[in-house]
């Protein structure tokens, strides 16, 4: 199984400063004959389920704000909210889908 | 627009099978390529994939999960099933059925709004 791993669990951020969630899986993603990162990221507000909002690593859901963006390969992923809004307080999760589907523990982004 | 329901009864007792079923409307289990499956979240925890399945049948599962899980498919009632055996208390979840964007190794890009299953005698 390839496990993911989230950091930090929680982050407080003030409103309109940059937000940043880290991801680090225990094997590479990266698959060689797509170079294509098996990696994606979902938000997730209290009483609903997941929203897709980055996968391919870096590849932004139609829909969803840019200021939200993804980075990384290989085995280490960001998460980047460029410009913190209200509406994204919420926990955030990454997931790995090279192989059998894994979540991150989750990441709790709250206003300072 | 795509829509996902999870049904089923919202409290299970201990040693007993966990039953749900997942109706979709907006679009047909069985017309595209996609894979279908279970998620789940214990109460303040994080995700757990459970399994999936393609309207043919195939069938994919968490090994952890293996041993309990049977995940099925009734196109004619656009329609597919989880059940979950010999469930424990660990077992007490908000379960999703969600949709794969395309097979197994692709993004969740639509989810059920979830019920919550509770293990207690």
């Known amino acids: 199984d390839i496990v993911m791993t989230q950091s930090p669990d929680s982050l407080a951020v003030s409103l309109g400063e940059r937000a940043t969630i880290n991801c680090k899986s225990s094997q590479s993603v990266l698959y060689s004959s797509n170079n294509k990162n098996y990696l994606a990221w979902y938000q997730q507000k209290p009483g609903q389920p997941p929203k897709l909002l980055i996968y391919?690593?870096?590849t932004r859901e139609s829909g969803v704000p840019d200021r939200f963006s993804g980075s990384g390969s290989g085995t280490d992923f960001t998460l980047t909210i460029s410009s913190l809004q209200a509406e994204d307080v919420a926990v955030y999760y990454c997931q790995q889908y090279y192989s059998t589907p894994h979540f991150g523990q989750g990441t709790r982004l709250e206003i300072k | 627009q795509l829509q996902l329901q999870e049904s089923g009864p919202g409290l299970v007792k201990p040693s007993e099978t966990l039953s749900l079923t997942c109706t979709v409307s907006?679009?047909?289990?069985?017309?595209?390529?996609?894979?279908w499956g279970w998620i789940r979240q214990p109460p303040g925890k994080g995700l757990e994939w459970i399994g999936s399945i393609y309207y043919s049948g195939s069938t994919y599962y968490n090994p952890s999960l293996k041993s309990r899980v049977t995940i099925s498919v009734d196109t004619s009632k656009n329609q597919f099933s989880l059940k979950l055996s010999s469930v424990t208390a660990a077992d007490t979840a908000v379960y999703y059925c969600?949709?794969?964007?395309?097979?197994?190794?692709?993004?969740?890009?639509?989810w059920g709004q979830g019920t919550l299953v509770t293990v207690s005698s």
């Open positions: 969600a949709r794969h964007r395309l097979t197994v190794t692709t993004p969740i890009d639509y």
């Open positions: 907006g679009g047909s289990i069985s017309s595209s390529s996609y894979y």
């Open positions: 391919w690593a870096s």
